[in-house]
């Protein structure tokens, strides 16, 4: 279109000249000459707009997987004549994208800061940087444009999104009915007051300890004396082969889903929950209770990436190592591989009650050659709880039970 512009000013310039050459008429030489004139200076304004020009990106520090997010562009100038013309667009990586059209368009006032605020949606979860921000002026006839690019470091961590999973429908309903997931049970439910700790999400209303809550400025229940409490170890496999398809639809981010959902669940029944991930360390790799802890495992989870090349029975018999009784293992992969049977049975043959949630490779790469039947056999035959997780429309966690010898 630029081009085009200008090469309808040249043309029209070099027509008055023909015909004020022709004619021998004054005012047309004028109006060729003006004609000339206007590009280089339309050009000269364009190419000084960016002068002085000063400009920040501020960004959330964290977000959800699939949630839009404001971000903010602020722009001055230290020159005294206004800024006109201006657009912007952001350099967004992979699964980050702005729901404006892009470029957006501004003008900088002197003396006053101008503010552009624009929505991106956040598709997936992990640790993105931005790390530029490229602004383009416009000349007046819009036939240049002049584009410098201003080194602006942001990082956004975008949390993977818990779902509810209160119940796991098994595989055969008519035949098994509905099962409550095993992982974790109610902590603090008994008949006995045990003091008064700090509100976790999930907890019951009727338990809130007005007294407490009114004299700290934060919202504290009852505990009561402790019936049962269960430890659950996270394991997630993070080999170098292990995920199977792309994107958000790779097995890798169903299972770090549906890490993140086992994590929250049981925290809000009480149990004390850690990870085990690859070379990982961190708050997320000790036991620990309550929203913050729930946010030490899903900052841990968002940088979660398939790049460990220790085998994951390696890392599960060196992250989980000695398990405590009344602790569950719950190991998600969707590799089928001896040595993590081996590895997982060396647990449950000591009593450690292990649950396996395995990612179904041919549902998220069709044609993958990869048969989950055997490994999910050999699971269950060394004593395990066995669901299977396969990819659907709605990216929902729905994992299915698995029973061994079952046609």
Not at 94 to 110: A, K
Not at 223 to 245: C, F, H, P, Q
Not at 366 to 386: D, L, Q, R, Y
Request: glycine share 8%; proline share 5%.
């Amino acid at each position: 279109m630029q081009q085009y512009k200008r090469w309808v000013i040249i043309t029209a310039a070099i027509f008055l000249l023909t015909s004020a050459t022709l004619i021998n008429t004054i005012n047309l030489y004028y109006m060729a000459t003006l004609l000339f004139i206007l590009p280089a200076v339309s050009y000269g304004i364009g190419m000084v707009s960016l002068r002085g020009l000063e400009v920040t990106r501020s960004t959330p520090a964290s977000a959800w997987e699939g949630e839009e997010v404001s971000f903010r562009v602020t722009a001055r100038t230290t020159g005294r004549l206004p800024k006109l013309f201006l657009e912007f667009e952001d350099a967004f990586p992979d699964y980050l994208y702005s729901t404006h059209e892009c470029p957006i368009g501004f003008q900088v006032t002197p003396g006053r800061d101008t503010l552009v605020d624009y929505k991106v949606t956040c598709e997936k979860r992990g640790i993105f940087e931005l790390k530029k921000l490229v602004v383009t002026a416009q000349d007046p006839l819009g036939i240049y444009s002049f584009s410098k690019s201003f080194p602006l470091i942001s990082e956004v961590m975008v949390y993977p999104n818990p779902q509810p999973i209160p119940d796991i429908l098994m595989t055969g309903t008519e035949r098994y009915g509905v099962r409550e997931m095993p992982v974790a049970n109610m902590r603090g439910s008994g008949v006995d007051p045990d003091g008064v700790r700090e509100y976790v999400p999930g907890d019951s209303l009727r338990r809130v300890h007005w007294k407490s809550t009114a004299r700290t400025g934060k919202l504290r229940v009852i505990e009561y004396e402790e019936s049962r409490s269960v430890n659950v170890i996270i394991a997630v496999d993070l080999t170098k082969d292990s995920n199977v398809g792309e994107g958000v639809n790779s097995s890798l981010e169903y299972l770090v889903t549906m890490a993140a959902s086992v994590s929250q669940q049981a925290l809000r029944q009480g149990a004390s929950v850690r990870l085990a991930l690859g070379d990982v360390e961190g708050a997320a790799m000790q036991f620990g209770r309550g929203t913050d802890h729930l946010y030490n495992i899903l900052a841990a989870l968002a940088r979660c990436e398939d790049k460990d090349k220790v085998s994951f029975a390696e890392r599960i018999r060196a992250k989980a190592g000695h398990i405590p009784p009344g602790t569950t293992l719950l190991i998600l992969t969707a590799k089928s591989d001896e040595n993590t049977v081996q590895a997982i049975s060396e647990y449950s043959a000591t009593g450690t009650y292990v649950v396996v949630v395995y990612a179904d490779p041919d549902s998220f790469e069709h044609n993958s050659n990869k048969s989950m039947s055997p490994f999910v056999e050999k699971c269950a035959g060394v004593g395990t709880e066995i669901y299977v997780l396969r990819q659907n429309e709605d990216r929902a966690i729905l994992p299915e039970g698995f029973r061994y010898g079952a046609s």
